[in-house]
């Protein structure tokens, strides 16, 4: 019964891609499924302390949802964990610090016992150098701490909830009905192709077919869609193959390829199975399995800040410090954003010169902005 619940909730998630409308409902079926008492997508910015909720199922009342995002956000002890975390992978309190540590903070005399949560699990969706993209799950004392039935069903759906939430921002619509998907879509800025589960194109918008015509990336192999680039093109087709055989077969395989132009810029491809659920109709009509949407990277969106704070050797302090500078600016705004005093703010930069080699402020704006392609 359960395997029947996750394969439904994953049609279910893959739907919301096109239709946004959906979110909510497909949100209420995955905290019922693991159980909790509430769940959210949601965005954190680390530097500036601030964030807001996309969708989430109601379970929040919204006095506590607003108060979060006005004031307690700034002492959730979670925040530069989550800034660190593996994208993907699910995150409990204790995964973040000692349970007995949490239960001391502010936070959660203030916030989270008021409302009988004990837990939360959560997921990082996707980054930028301040920011994180989560769905996550409140868990209340009625359902206890996270144990690992939650976890595995959590990191069963993540990857589907990943994929869907990133191709609904590429192909950023706010509904389409399946029936006339590829009509739909012809008019987006992404290039778009609906294929067979062996690559066969059976359709493709403006965008794509000029994208074929160049040959420079993606080309056309007897009627099938093939990367120039070997190792890409084989994982396309891993995922072509999976995709005709279910929601649930493509998994965590290519939630994102990286695609690469001659001239050294980047892409990214993305594949929304057709095969079930609402999308089910689009994919009988056209003959496909599979809908695939490649857009350029944006060049201002950064890579995971965990490369950069592995890489010089910081602690989630420092870089907390270091994208409140590349974000806000001198150390007076730096302190206000982060909350902390001026002195300390200025300790952390001394112990940034020191780890990284720059010498003033302008030069740790200019490394964070080098890992700026997310695709290098």
């Known amino acids: 019964?359960?395997?029947?619940?996750?394969?439904?909730?994953?049609?279910?998630?893959?739907?919301?891609?096109?239709?946004?409308?959906?979110w909510p409902d497909v949100i209420g079926k995955a905290t019922h499924l693991l159980p909790g008492m509430s769940g959210a997508l949601f965005v954190k910015n680390v530097a500036s302390t601030t964030g807001g909720v996309h969708y989430d199922d109601g379970g929040i009342d919204p006095y506590y949802k607003r108060i979060y995002f006005e004031e307690y956000i700034?002492?959730?002890?979670?925040?530069?964990?989550?800034?660190?975390?593996?994208?993907?992978?699910?995150?409990?309190?204790?995964?973040?610090?000692?349970?007995?540590?949490f239960v001391e903070t502010r936070f959660y005399r203030e916030w989270v016992r008021p409302q009988g949560i004990?837990?939360?699990?959560?997921?990082?969706?996707?980054?930028?150098?301040?920011?994180?993209?989560?769905?996550?799950i409140f868990r209340h004392e009625r359902h206890g701490l996270i144990d690992e039935g939650a976890r595995r069903r959590m990191q069963l759906i993540v990857p589907h909830i990943r994929r869907a939430v990133l191709i609904g921002r590429v192909i950023d619509i706010k509904s389409a009905e399946s029936a006339s998907l590829a009509n739909t879509l012809d008019g987006i800025s992404a290039a778009m192709f609906l294929v067979d589960a062996r690559g066969q194109i059976t359709h493709a918008n403006a965008v794509g077919h000029a994208m074929l015509a160049e040959g420079d990336m993606l080309f056309a192999a007897n009627g099938r869609l093939a990367a120039t680039d070997k190792k890409a093109n084989e994982a396309l087709n891993d995922v072509f193959t999976l995709a005709g055989g279910g929601d649930e077969a493509v998994g965590i395989r290519g939630i994102a390829l990286p695609l690469t132009r001659r001239d050294g810029s980047h892409y990214m491809a993305h594949v929304l199975p057709l095969t079930s659920g609402a999308r089910r109709k689009a994919g009988l009509e056209y003959h496909a399995a599979a809908a695939v949407f490649v857009r350029a990277t944006q060049l201002e969106t950064p890579p995971a800040p965990e490369v950069i704070a592995r890489l010089y050797g910081l602690t989630p302090s420092e870089l907390r410090v270091l994208l409140a500078i590349f974000e806000t600016g001198g150390v007076p705004d730096v302190a206000h954003a982060l909350g902390i005093a001026e002195a300390t703010a200025k300790t952390h930069l001394r112990r940034l010169f020191e780890k990284t080699g720059a010498k003033r402020q302008a030069d740790l704006v200019k490394l964070v902005a080098g890992f700026s392609d997310p695709a290098r």
Do not use: Q, W
Request: glycine share 4%; hydrophobic share 50%; proline share 7%.
């Open 1 to 22: 019964m359960a395997e029947e619940k996750i394969s439904a909730l994953i049609g279910d998630i893959y739907d919301a891609a096109l239709d946004p409308a959906l």
């Open 74 to 101: 700034k002492l959730d002890p979670a925040n530069a964990a989550h800034l660190l975390s593996e994208i993907g992978r699910p995150a409990s309190i204790a995964d973040i610090l000692p349970y007995d540590e």
């Open 118 to 136: 004990v837990d939360f699990l959560s997921a990082v969706l996707d980054k930028s150098p301040t920011s994180t993209a989560m769905f996550g």
